[in-house]
Each structure stands twice: as C-alpha cells, then as structure tokens.
C-alpha cells in the first residue's frame, strides 16, 4: 500500500485528516464504467480515502465536475490522444491526476467503458473545498497517475451515504470552451 508523509502536508489539515470515519464497502470498478454526469452525481456522499503515514483518512465527496468525453470541448480528450490524455482511455476507475497552471493537482477518476475518454474531476472533500488544496491536503500527485483507484494504490472510494440535496451548476474555469459548454450544469455539490 502507499503511504505519504504528513510532515508536507499544510499544518492546519493534520487535526482534519486524522479523523477516522466509519468503513464502507469500496467501490468497485464498476460504479465508475457509466457515463461521467451519473458518475459525477453518485460520487456525492461517497467517501475518498487515503493511507497518509499509514493513517485512514476518509472525507466524503462533496463536489465533482463531469467531463464527458471528446465531444465535450471542456474535456481535455477534446483536443485529441496526446500523452497527457492517454490515461483517460484507460478502464474505469483509473485516476487521471494531473498538473494545471504550474502550481496545482487535480484528482480525477476515468468514468465508462476503456477506450472512452471521460472522467470526474473532485473538486471538494470532507471540509476541504477546492481541488488544489484537496490534493495538497491528502498529498496526491503525478505519482498516482494512470493507478487503479483502490487500496493497493492507497486512494480509494468507498460507498458513504446519501449527499442529501443536489445542486447542478455550470462548471467552474471553462469559459474556453464556449458558451454551449461552459454553460452546461455539470458540476455537482451535494447539501446534507
């Protein structure tokens, strides 16, 4: 299993993420080989986890973004198979982590069947909200990229509860992709 150490991790997460949460079955590859807005939707309530120092850490899903493949001009498989897409035709459930702006982390999960490039980004966990500081929080990098979610990775979902209320808004950051995209409500938060 993979570890990471808590001494890079910003001093006011440690107290959060040593909260343990109680255990749920893990998702299987299966939840994820659907079409990314389901995805995105069901993921709410769900609980990442990840082993930090040999510790559980467990945050429920809070906010998710769809991106829905080639068609979709947010979706990076829109501008082609390149090096940097290629993990997103990979089978369901493989996390697509990768560097945006020089500086951030995004943690996504590849959704529907292999060969298909779509996924889920996490925008918000537990009370962290926004990608970046989730990824720095839990410490995920490129070194996770292209790896199966699931315990032998040391990030993993499992099945959480019901989010309660969904709210449906365009997504955030995506202006490029024109106003029939970038309009679309395929950012999901859940309301308990």
Request: aromatic fraction near 8%.
């Amino acid at each position: 299993m993979n570890a990471w150490p808590t001494d890079s991790l910003p001093g006011r997460w440690q107290n959060v993420l040593t909260m343990e949460t109680t255990h749920s079955p893990d998702l299987e590859p299966a939840f994820f080989d659907r079409p990314a807005d389901t995805v995105a939707r069901d993921l709410l309530g769900k609980t990442l986890v990840c082993l930090i120092s040999g510790k559980r850490v467990a945050l429920t899903v809070t906010e998710t973004e769809a991106y829905l493949g080639p068609h979709d001009l947010a979706c990076h498989a829109a501008r082609g198979r390149t090096q940097r897409t290629e993990v997103m035709y990979a089978p369901a459930g493989t996390l697509y982590i990768y560097f945006v702006y020089g500086l951030h982390w995004m943690l996504n999960v590849v959704t529907g069947p292999e060969g298909y490039p779509a996924a889920v980004l996490i925008r918000a966990a537990g009370v962290i909200s926004g990608h970046a500081r989730l990824t720095r929080a839990l410490a995920i990098d490129g070194k996770l990229n292209g790896r199966m979610a699931g315990r032998a990775s040391g990030i993993w979902f499992e099945s959480g509860k019901s989010p309660g209320r969904i709210i449906a808004t365009p997504r955030i950051g995506v202006a490029y992709a024109g106003p029939r995209w970038s309009s679309r409500k395929l950012r999901f938060i859940g309301e308990s």
